[in-house]
C-alpha cells in the first residue's frame, strides 16, 4: 500500500529519531529534512544506511561511507523505504529548544533537594561500550535462531543466557547459550529461573573457563511493526539481568525478522550494552512500572530528568543503547544434542542416540556439547566429578577410561563385567560415617553378579543408575572390562 510520506528512522549518537519525506525522495532532501526536524546542518551530516558507521574508529569516516554521498540518488535506488533506519554521524553538539522555564525558589513553587537532584540527572548518550564486539559461536546462534524461526515462527518471545569468554580488549566470544524454563507471549518474556540448574549450568561454565557473559532474546512478528529497537518492557528486563550480573562487558542481544528487498524475511541479529547511566538508574528504582498508554518506545523515570536541554520524565529508550559489534567464529563446542526445556523432554536416550551418532569421533569430541554435559551433571558430582570432565573438554585431551564406561552405561550402549578391577568405593553410608571402604575385586564382582542375576536385561540400566548416582568408583590401577552382559 503506498505512503503519502514515508517515515524514516534516524539513529545517530543521540538515540532513534524520526523524520518523513516524500516517499520519491532523494538523499538531498532526506538531509534537508534532517536539517529542519534534527538541527544538524546538512553540511555537517554524514549518512549511511551501514550501522558501522556509528562503531568505525577511522579518522576519515567520509571517505569509508560513500553509500549515500550522492545528493541526487533516489532513495529508493539504496533500499530505503517506508520505516527503514539510516545512520547518522556529525561532529559537534545539538541542542533542542525545551519549553518555557517555570520561575522556581523565591518567586515560585518551594525546591526538595530531591527536586535538586532531580534538575541535574542528565540521560546522556554513551560514546563507547565496554564490550567492543560479540562474537557468537556459529553453531550456537543458528541452534536458537532455528529453533524460533522454524518451531515458534517469532509467533513468541524466547530467551537465554549467553555463556563464553572476554578478553583484555573487551571482545566478548559466545560459546553457548543456555535456554532457562521461560513462557513467552508475543509481547512479554517471563523466566521461570531453575535456581539448581543454573548452579550446574555456571559449574560446567567454569570447568570450560567461561562465563555468564549477556542475554538473547527474540522480538516476535507483531513487534516488528513498532516504530522501537528495544520496548519499555524489554529494557528494563535487561536493565534487571545488567544489574543482577555485576558484569561490565555485559552484552545485550536481540534476533527479530527483517523484510528484505524482495518481500521476504531474514533474520537478523543486533547487540548492545546498556548505558551505565541506565544500569544505575534502574538500581536506584528510576523506572516506573505499569504507565497505562505510554508508547513502548519510552520509558518513565520517577522525576524528571533532562535530555538536550529538555524536561522530561519520558526517555527515549535509545538513549540507553549503545550499539555493539556483531562477529561470529567456530568454537569448540557442538551444539547438537537436544536443547533444554524446549517443552520436550530430554533423557537417557537422547544421550544414547548422541553417542551412537558421533561413535567415529574421538570420545571427548562427542561429549565437547554444552546441553549433553548439562544433562550429564545431573548424573555426576558436581564439586568433584564435573570438573573433571569439563576440564577434559577444555583442553580437548582423553576422557578417563572410568567416566567413559560410566556414561557409556548411562546411555545404555554397554553392560559392564568387572573382571581384573581394583578400586575404591565410597558409599553413601561410608561417607556419612567419615571414612572410605576399600572392595576387593572378588567382593565386587560377588556384589555385581548377585544384582545381575536378579535382573533382566532391560532392567540392568536403571541398576546401574542407581549404582552411579549412590556410590562414586575411582579406577586405581588397570581395569579390564567385557562389554556384554553377565
Known amino acids: 500500500m503506498p505512503f503519502d510520506k514515508m517515515l524514516v528512522r534516524i539513529r545517530s549518537r543521540d538515540g532513534l529519531e ?22 544538524v546542518p546538512v553540511s555537517n551530516q554524514l549518512l549511511s544506511t551501514n550501522q558501522n558507521l556509528l562503531l568505525s574508529k577511522s579518522p576519515n569516516l567520509a571517505a569509508e561511507f560513500t553509500d549515500m554521498k550522492n545528493p541526487s540518488a533516489p532513495l529508493s535506488s539504496l533500499g530505503i ?16 529548544a525545551g519549553p518555557p522555564v517555570t520561575p522556581a525558589g523565591a518567586f515560585g513553587k518551594k525546591m526538595t533537594m530531591d527536586d535538586l537532584i532531580a534538575r541535574q540527572t542528565r540521560i546522556e548518550r554513551q560514546e563507547k561500550p565496554h ?7 556459529r553453531d550456537a546462534a543458528n541452534a536458537f535462531q532455528h529453533y524460533v524461526h522454524e518451531s515458534l515462527a517469532f509467533s513468541v518471545k524466547r530467551g537465554g543466557f549467553m555463556y563464553g569468554t572476554v578478553n583484555e580488549e573487551g571482545e566478548v566470544m559466545v560459546e553457548f547459550i543456555y535456554e532457562p524454563p521461560q513462557h513467552g507471549s508475543e509481547e512479554n518474556l517471563l523466566l521461570l529461573r531453575d535456581a539448581d540448574e ?17 542475554f538473547i532474546f527474540t522480538q516476535t512478528v507483531s513487534q516488528n511493526k513498532r ?27 536481540i534476533v527479530k525478522l527483517e523484510v528484505n528487498d524482495e518481500g521476504g524475511a531474514d533474520v537478523h541479529f543486533e547487540a548492545f550494552q546498556l548505558s551505565d547511566q541506565c544500569v544505575k538508574l534502574y538500581k536506584e528504582g528510576w523506572f516506573v512500572d505499569n504507565v497505562p498508554d505510554l508508547d513502548p518506545k519510552l520509558s518513565r523515570m520517577g522525576k524528571d ?26 568454537g569448540t563446542l557442538s551444539t547438537t544434542f537436544p536443547i533444554e526445556n524446549r517443552g520436550t523432554r530430554v533423557s537417557l536416550q537422547n544421550v544414547k542416540a548422541h553417542l551412537d551418532r558421533t561413535k567415529s569421533l574421538p570420545f571427548v569430541k562427542r561429549i565437547s556439547d554444552f546441553h549433553l554435559l548439562l544433562m550429564l551433571s545431573n548424573y555426576f558430582d ?18 578417563a577410561d572410568g567416566y567413559q564406561l560410566i556414561i557409556d552405561s548411562l546411555a545404555g550402549s554397554v553392560f559392564l563385567k568387572p573382571v581384573n578391577l581394583i578400586c575404591l568405593v565410597y558409599s553413601v553410608d561410608e561417607i556419612a560415617e567419615g571414612h572410605r571402604g576399600t572392595c576387593e575385586p572378588e567382593q565386587i564382582s560377588r556384589r555385581l553378579r548377585a544384582c545381575n542375576d536378579r535382573l533382566s536385561a532391560g532392567s540392568r540400566l536403571e541398576w546401574w543408575l542407581d549404582v552411579t548416582m549412590r556410590c562414586k568408583v575411582v579406577v586405581c590401577q588397570s581395569v579390564s572390562w567385557i562389554h556384554s552382559g553377565i
Not at 520519491?24 to 529534512?33: F, H, R, S, W
Request: charged share 25%.
Open 18 to 39: 524520526r523524520v518523513t519525506v516524500d516517499p520519491g525522495a532523494t538523499v538531498g532532501k532526506l538531509q534537508q529534512a534532517i536539517e529542519e526536524n534534527l538541527q
Open 81 to 96: 523505504s517506508h520505516g527503514s533506519v539510516v545512520f547518522l554521524s556529525y561532529n559537534g553538539e545539538r541542542v533542542i
Open 131 to 137: 564490550c567492543c564486539s560479540l562474537s557468537f559461536d
Open 198 to 214: 543454573e548452579k550446574h549450568v555456571d559449574g560446567i561454565a567454569a570447568g570450560l573457563g567461561m562465563r555468564r557473559v549477556g
Open 227 to 253: 516504530d522501537y529497537t528495544l520496548s519499555t518492557v524489554e529494557i528494563k528486563q535487561a536493565a534487571e539481568l545488567h544489574a543482577e550480573s555485576e558484569f561490565e562487558s555485559w552484552a545485550t542481544a
Open 305 to 330: 530528568v533532562v535530555i538536550l536541554g529538555k524536561d522530561t520524565r519520558d526517555v527515549d529508550n535509545d538513549f540507553f543503547l549503545v550499539l555493539v559489534k556483531i562477529l561470529d567464529h567456530r
Open 382 to 399: 558436581l564439586n568433584t566429578d564435573v570438573p573433571q570432565l569439563t576440564e577434559a573438554v577444555r583442553l580437548q585431551t582423553p576422557v
